[in-house]
């Protein structure tokens, strides 16, 4: 991989240096649209910001692909809630496109309790001679008005706005973790630790409880659901995985509230690796379905597992993303990096998948030939056209000069969130607060 962008040009007052950035400015989700063109992040500040890719020049085809800032708007605001005394974050929590239909483009994003469907579009043209008002806007008297003049409408530069055309809020006792809109394109859900429900994308006060794990007594409480998604062809089924490293499968036509699976996938535990942290590293982070709908990938702790959808006793697949952090496991415990939720992701042919680690290390695995790398996204090596290095861990013996130690891994360094371009080799990574776009090497 070659990154084939300077992170530091792409907007300075987004993308700041470490010794600048403010709690606000961590990046919290990374989303490509169903094209590739454009790239949305959100950050804690509850700020979206949107990249477009720009076209190819005649005269500079080596700058193919480079995303520069298209939009950036205040998506969440922080609020108070009275009733229960609890403050609501304005961090954007995820961001999910729907695909484009016209001229304009439309995300989803949701904070702790509250989805909104954003509308970007383009202005270049502007009406000019209203009859009514003046140039300036301000009101004409009638008496001066003596003939009828018909708008036209003037060239202008351009201008991106994002506006609000929906809000579904109220509906989540809980935090939202995921979003996840439906291959029928009319609806999508939202789940938090406790129940997932169903909307209609017109439909702003109402929406349908499709699963609620919530126990009548809360001491009885064992699991909490950790995300949700729904298959990418099939309107009907949808996947949750839970806090116990579970995953059920879900058909809406069986009945309305899914409080049975269809299809439960678990592996079995291996009682010779029980410890007092297995269930904390069995939890799992993130699911997702493969772009073919035949298989999901979930994420816990250590590993990334791949599950064909007709086997539910087993994955086919397990990769170790970490395992030199097995002996670590209790400090781990004890500065709460243990609970930290990694994302992972499938490129477009779902040959590669992709996940975060510390470090600001990001893996890949290579499914067909099994090969896997760590690669480091960092300033020092993000200049243009620098050509990212294998980075190898070692854990104690003898350390070569390329590699790094486990005990000098910096914790406070990690990539939770990345994202895969749609049909190429291009991959978003955000690194604390700062994004960087890497892409495969042009010839």
Request: overall charge negative; proline content about 3%; aromatic content about 10%.
């Amino acid at each position: 991989m070659e990154e084939d962008i300077d992170t530091r040009k792409i907007n300075n007052s987004f993308l700041r240096d470490h010794s600048y950035a403010t709690e606000a400015d961590i990046i919290s989700t990374v989303e490509f649209n169903h094209t590739g063109e454009l790239l949305a992040t959100g950050d804690k500040g509850g700020r979206v910001v949107i990249f477009q890719r720009e076209q190819e020049s005649k005269n500079q085809v080596h700058r193919r692909g480079e995303y520069n800032v298209y939009s950036t708007f205040q998506s969440h605001e922080p609020e108070f809630d009275y009733l229960k005394s609890l403050e609501i974050e304005e961090k954007i929590n995820k961001i999910r496109w729907l695909p484009q239909q016209n001229a304009a483009y439309f995300l989803l994003s949701t904070n702790d309790k509250t989805v909104k469907l954003w509308k970007v579009s383009e202005r270049d043209k502007r009406p000019e001679g209203y009859n009514l008002k003046d140039e300036e806007g301000r009101l004409r008297d009638p008496a001066t008005i003596t003939t009828l003049r018909v708008p036209v409408l003037r060239p202008m530069d351009l201008m991106v706005e994002a506006t609000p055309r929906r809000v579904f809020a109220n509906a989540h006792t809980y935090h939202i973790n995921s979003i996840s809109v439906n291959s029928d394109y009319e609806t999508y859900m939202s789940a938090d630790d406790l129940r997932i429900n169903l909307w209609n994308f017109e439909i702003t006060n109402q929406s349908f409880n499709i699963v609620d794990i919530k126990p009548a007594n809360m001491e009885e409480l064992t699991e909490v659901i950790t995300a949700a998604e729904f298959h990418p062809h099939h309107c009907n089924t949808f996947v949750y995985s839970s806090s116990k490293g579970t995953i059920r499968l879900c058909d809406m036509r069986a009945s309305a509230l899914c409080d049975r699976h269809t299809k439960f996938f678990e592996e079995p535990e291996d009682p010779s690796n029980r410890s007092f942290f297995s269930e904390i590293i069995s939890s799992i982070s993130d699911v997702k379905f493969s772009h073919s709908g035949r298989y999901i990938m979930t994420r816990d702790y250590l590993t990334v597992k791949v599950w064909d959808l007709n086997m539910e006793n087993r994955p086919i697949e397990t990769y170790q993303v970490h395992d030199y952090l097995r002996s670590k496991l209790c400090s781990l415990y004890e500065n709460d990096c243990i609970f930290d939720k990694f994302e992972c992701v499938w490129n477009g042919s779902d040959s590669v998948i992709m996940t975060g680690s510390y470090n600001n290390f990001f893996r890949m695995f290579d499914r067909n030939t099994k090969r896997d790398v760590t690669l480091e996204a960092s300033r020092e090596n993000s200049k243009p056209r620098a050509i990212l290095k294998p980075r190898k861990v070692c854990i104690g013996g003898k350390r070569r000069k390329d590699e790094i130690s486990v005990d000098s891994l910096d914790f406070s360094k990690k990539i939770l969130h990345t994202a895969w371009h749609p049909s190429e080799n291009i991959i978003a990574v955000a690194a604390t607060n700062n994004l960087y776009i890497f892409q495969d090497k042009v010839n």
